[in-house]
């Protein structure tokens, strides 16, 4: 209630001053209102002393009421030409009817239907728009708020502003939201819309307006064509707010409208067209037009009225012109009238720019158009820019739904260079391309089926593809088998042609003489003196053994003969040494075994006897001892060595070289060659650096500065790399410069000895579940059972079940079927027991009367056995081929890529430079499953690992490198692939064929004509099932010798590693490589992003200064000092287009016309 003081009446202002403070949220809603008793004491008090106001008093409150009241000059006039008395009277009665609209007045039983019945405060509305009243409730209290905001001055309007608005944004946004719109949900959103309105009747109003994010998008929600009475109201707003003066008002309502139109995925001024198109309603029509209008005519840049004037003629405003202007209402005619005004004055300013003339009739004709241009453009620098225009537009694929589309597109990134902002012409000077992305309007142009298509069609390229590289592959391993085929013959054809020129005819060996007679061999006789004696071959294995003949050895030589010693013993044979020499004679021991020779198990190895007494009294006699054993060289467990028995007396044996004292044991198997011995005397063993592989030239070694990180990686050892080895040719010097050394140097330099990672594998048990093999006795219950459950599903007679199996028929049979057959079948001798009740056929049950039919059938499970195989023959094949394929290609893939190999030679030079100082320094290669343990070397500050260095090196330097993951596309089908199923489903295979013919082989003669297993299985299967296990045997061989020489080209043991293993490591390594490039670009962007985000910050900062040194000016439609009615004298404006004149300083006609008259 406003103060009141008297003699010297002083009344606050009814309105909000200019600085306003901003009240504190009311949580609770707090009554103020005085005791029934205390209103007419207060009440003629208040009177008394208005009544006692002097002239002046009364005109100054006469003033303030009617600017509280929202009159504009014209409805001040009659009121301020009344006597005093009665602007006393108005005065008195204002007073208190302010008073009461403040204070507000309840009365029991809430709000009431009619607003005579109650007078609500402020507050109270407030109250009940938070408390969420019913949907019926809301209306009238919406219809009551209504009617306060508009008779209420504009206090009571700031008072309820200061929260009352955010409540009406959120119903209103809350109603918009719902999926399904109720009758009565209509009302309240049309209410809300006419309470926004009332609100917005004032300065202050339409500020709080402007400076709500939410209104403006609401409002522009709000335009429904379907609800045509709230429309009429939502785009009556929107022009009036289009033609405030508030800076950057219209980019916030178009932006709105935007966003809106979005949300919906249309053209944004597609529901002012369809309100256009509602004959009925005629207030929408001009509405529409008025927000056309208001639209289009209030940016300055001519060139941007333009895009938007055009924009509303595409959405389909050219069509609805004429017959808008047939309509006859004054109104209408207005807002077409001032349409075409403005279109007609944007030409002829156009063409004072441009010195174009008459567009108004060129615009409108596209041959017109295409003719103008081109005269202008004739014998001009810019007619080839034109003709090479137009040639581009003759590229764009004849497609229906993808040329509107390009079209579309192009339209747009003409209109960023031609209508550009600044009113400045672009910079000619930058050659870069366009930032433009039209990408999501093709895609949502092209049709999604055709998209499938592709995407079909596509698959279909690649599955033939695969179908060619197979047959191929089957072809190769066709021919492969023929050509030994054609080699076998060739021998052959060699060997009878040698037996018939030499007439000899090759005759079978003499069988071995039987173990009952004792057949004696009879060696040779001894050989003359000094003639070198070649021993006799060894034994064949269990010589012994099998013939039960005795190997007698060959008889001493001679003296003065050189003894040659007899071959080694082969495996499993039992070798009786050779006689001791006769005196004279100079042995030369036995060679020792080869290394890696091992003794075969069950053998007995013999050593020879000593000489015979008296071999040192002969002259020249010396017994050489035999060498110790070469390095490698072990015996096979179970293998019986005996050692040599001592010399006999008299003979003087030649020990071998002792060890010298405190010398070390004989250098292990596989180590360095020991140093000669110089002379006589012998020194130390000193391990000999053996000469690298190959003409291989020993690694650099690098000097490195600072401790780095070391790369675990498992050094190849030089004797183990091949000739054709990739190890041999990899040049990783080539990635040497002195900024990748420094890179390294800051990433993983440390001055901790790194720790060595410890890796436990944990072993899991899988715990397999055991069937109860359960005896089946004839027909017993649950045998009985599960055939009669099985009959049941099938409802085919017994005899029709019969003759499908014994014919075969592939139409019916199938792999289901077969299976069920057969695990339901019971034991055959339970099957021959039931067999011999065929007399009581019709006394047994159903499951016992299948029995006896199906027993009639010979060799049945045999039969069935072979039907399931030749049903399941292609997945059999579909399983193993694919497998064969994939390692196949992943094989010569790995082979033949060179950036492959580029990314080897990288990682071979970071990790040498790396471990410069350890024991894998100047590594000659590594093995190659450490590619994917090289994202556990980290770096220095742990934020990143040597695999996205890698890759960060690779995308900037070396991006030719990148293409390894494009190069190896059957890795990660090959990765699937197990050896081991392969051959094991090989070997199945090829022991159920072998089964299905000896099965065929000993098939007994039937005389059923039905019966056409045979036939069938002879004819039409075995031989396509034979030559198919053939070409996959062959290509599953050729499978193999790709990966061992894969093995040997990368240095790896191909049989201890896996194919699954090597490849799913390989594809491991891919997907983590791929993984890192999409981290580091994803680090780069939020780099790029936080740099972009301080400049923002910066440039939103300067604005923000700038902005608070400029004041927001509103448009003025009154005179000076006058703040209500804005919205009625906007929408006056607007009606009368008023609005519309003088807005823009425009070009007289006369002036450009007679200018033209002159030029021509």
């Not at 960023?416 to 600044?422: D, E, F, R, Y």
């Not at 041999?728 to 800051?746: H, I, Q, Y």
């Not at 040597?946 to 960060?952: G, V």
Request: proline share 9%; with cysteine; aromatic share 6%.
């Amino acid at each position: 209630m406003e103060t009141v003081n008297l003699p010297n009446l002083i009344i606050t202002s009814f309105r909000k001053s200019t600085v306003r403070k901003e009240k504190p949220l009311i949580q609770h809603h707090v009554d103020t209102q005085p005791t029934i008793s205390e209103i007419p004491l207060a009440q003629a008090l208040l009177d008394e002393r208005c009544m006692n106001l002097s002239e002046k008093e009364v005109m100054d409150l006469f003033e303030k009421m009617m600017e509280d009241m929202n009159l504009n000059e014209e409805r001040k006039a009659p009121l301020r030409e009344k006597d005093l008395s009665t602007k006393r009277e108005m005065v008195v009665q204002y007073i208190s009817t302010t008073a009461k609209s403040i204070v507000g007045s309840k009365v029991p039983g809430g709000l009431k239907n009619s607003k005579h019945e109650c007078t609500l405060s402020s507050q109270e509305y407030i109250h009940e728009l938070r408390s969420g009243i019913a949907e019926e409730k809301l209306l009238n209290c919406l219809e009551s708020l209504r009617v306060s905001l508009t008779s209420n001055p504009v206090s009571w309007v700031n008072n309820f502003g200061h929260e009352g608005l955010g409540l009406l944004l959120d119903a209103l946004e809350r109603l918009l939201d719902k999926k399904q719109q109720e009758n009565i949900d209509k009302k309240n959103q049309h209410k809300l819309i006419q309470c926004l309105k009332a609100f917005m009747n004032n300065k202050y109003g339409l500020q709080r307006i402007l400076g709500d994010e939410r209104s403006l998008l609401l409002l522009s929600r709000a335009i429904d064509p379907k609800q045509p009475h709230m429309m009429t109201e939502t785009v009556k707003i929107l022009s009036a707010i289009c033609i405030v003066g508030e800076e950057k008002v219209l980019d916030k309502v178009l932006g709105a409208i935007t966003t809106a139109a979005e949300r919906n995925n249309r053209e944004r001024f597609s529901p002012v067209v369809e309100g256009l198109e509602n004959h009925e309603f005629l207030q929408l029509q001009v509405a529409c037009m008025q927000f056309i209008n208001a639209l289009v005519t209030s940016p300055e840049e001519l060139d941007f009225r333009i895009h938007l004037r055009n924009e509303f003629l595409r959405c389909g405003l050219k069509k609805l012109l004429p017959a808008l202007k047939e309509k006859e209402n004054e109104e209408l005619d207005i807002q077409l009238k001032v349409f075409d005004e403005s279109k007609e004055e944007d030409l002829i300013e156009l063409s004072h720019q441009k010195n174009l003339y008459f567009l108004n009739s060129v615009l409108t004709d596209v041959n017109e158009v295409y003719h103008f241009l081109y005269n202008i453009l004739k014998d001009t620098s810019s007619e080839n820019h034109f003709l090479s225009i137009l040639q581009h537009f003759l590229l764009i694929r004849n497609d229906y739904y993808v040329r509107p589309q390009y079209y579309k597109v192009i339209e747009e990134c003409v209109s960023q260079i031609v209508l550009h902002s600044s009113g400045m012409d672009p910079d000619f000077s930058c050659r870069g391309r366009m930032d433009v992305d039209f990408t999501h309007l093709i895609d949502a142009a092209v049709d999604k089926t055709k998209v499938e298509e592709s995407e079909k069609k596509a698959a279909e390229f690649s599955k033939k593809f695969d179908e060619e590289f197979t047959a191929r592959q089957e072809a190769q391993a066709a021919l492969q088998k023929r050509e030994e085929k054609i080699k076998e013959l060739e021998a052959e054809i060699k060997r009878l042609r040698s037996q018939s020129s030499s007439g000899m005819t090759s005759l079978p060996p003499p069988p071995p003489p039987p173990p009952s007679l004792g057949a004696t061999v009879i060696p040779p006789p001894p050989p003359l003196p000094g003639v070198p004696v070649i021993p006799p071959p060894p034994p064949l294995p269990g010589a012994t053994a099998s013939s039960g003949a005795t190997i007698i050895p060959p008889p001493p030589p001679l003296p003065g003969a050189t003894v040659i010693p007899p071959p080694p013993p082969l495996p499993g044979a039992t070798v009786i040494p050779p006689p001791p020499p006769l005196p004279g004679a100079t042995i030369i021991p036995p060679p020792p075994p080869l290394p890696g020779a091992t003794a075969t198990p069950g053998a007995t190895i013999i050593p020879p006897p000593p000489p015979l007494p008296g071999a040192t009294a002969s002259p020249g006699a010396t017994i050489i001892p035999p060498p110790p054993p070469l390095p490698g060289a072990t015996a096979t467990p179970g293998a019986t060595i005996i050692p040599p028995p001592p010399p006999l007396p008299g003979v003087t044996a030649i020990p071998p070289p002792p060890l010298l004292p405190g010398g070390p044991p004989p250098p292990p198997p596989g180590g360095p060659p020991m140093a000669p011995f110089l002379g006589s005397y012998p020194f130390a063993p000193v391990p000999v650096m053996p000469a690298l592989p190959h003409g291989m030239k020993e690694k650099k070694k690098y000097n490195v500065e600072v401790s780095m990180k070391r790369i675990n990686w498992s050094k190849i050892e030089p004797y183990k790399i091949a000739e054709n080895s990739f190890w041999v040719k990899a040049e990783e010097n080539k990635f040497e410069s002195p900024e990748l050394f420094a890179r390294l140097a800051v990433t993983f330099g440390t001055q901790m000895k790194a720790k060595k990672a410890v890796e436990k594998q944990e072993e899991k048990k899988i715990e397999q579940s055991k069937k109860k093999n359960k005896v089946l006795r004839v027909l017993d219950g649950k045998t009985s059972q599960n055939l009669s459950i099985f009959l049941g599903s099938l409802r085919m007679p017994y005899e029709e079940i019969k003759n499908i199996i014994l014919e075969v028929n592939e139409e019916k049979l199938t792999e289901t079927f077969v299976q069920a057959v057969m695990k339901n079948l019971p034991e055959q001798e339970e099957i021959n027991a039931l067999a011999a009740l065929q007399d009581e056929y019709n006394d047994l049950a159903e499951s016992e009367q299948f029995i006896i039919v199906m027993s009639s059938v010979k060799m049945l499970r045999s039969r069935l056995s072979a039907i399931l195989f030749k049903l399941s023959f292609e997945d059999h094949i579909n399983n193993i081929k694919p497998g064969i394929m994939a390692v196949t290609l992943a094989c010569e893939e790995l082979r033949k890529s060179e950036s492959f190999s580029k990314l080897l030679e990288l990682v071979l030079f970071l990790g040498n430079y790396m471990n410069t100082g350890s024991r894998n320094e100047q590594s000659l290669g590594f093995n190659i499953t450490f590619l994917c343990k090289i994202i556990d070397t980290k770096s220095t500050d742990q934020k990143t690992t040597l695999l996205h260095f890698l890759a960060e090196v690779c995308e900037e330097n070396h991006r030719d490198i990148l293409k390894f993951t494009d190069d190896l596309q059957h890795v990660e089908s090959a990765s699937k692939v197990s050896d081991k199923t392969l051959k094991s489903n090989l070997d199945s295979m090829n022991k159920q064929i072998q089964h299905i013919e000896n099965d065929i082989k000993k098939f007994p003669k039937t005389e059923d004509e039905r019966d056409k297993f045979v036939e069938k299985m002879s004819i039409s299967f075995l031989c396509n099932a034979r030559d198919q296990y053939d070409k996959l045997s062959c290509m599953h061989s050729n499978m193999m010798k790709l990966y061992e020489n894969l093995g040997e080209y990368f240095t790896f043991d191909a049989r201890s590693i896996s194919i699954e293993e090597f490849f799913g490591d390989l594809n491991n390594f891919r997907i983590l490589f791929l993984e890192a490039l999409k981290e580091n670009n994803k680090r780069k962007e939020l780099e790029e992003k936080m740099k972009r985000a301080k400049l923002a910050r910066e440039k939103a900062e300067q604005e923000r200064l700038e902005r608070q040194k400029k004041k927001q000016r509103l448009l003025d439609m009154n005179k000076e000092g006058d703040e209500t009615g804005v919205m009625d004298s906007l929408l006056e404006a607007l009606q009368s287009g008023a609005a519309f004149r003088d807005r823009r300083k425009r070009v007289p006609r006369g002036k450009v016309l007679s200018k033209n008259l002159v030029t021509n």
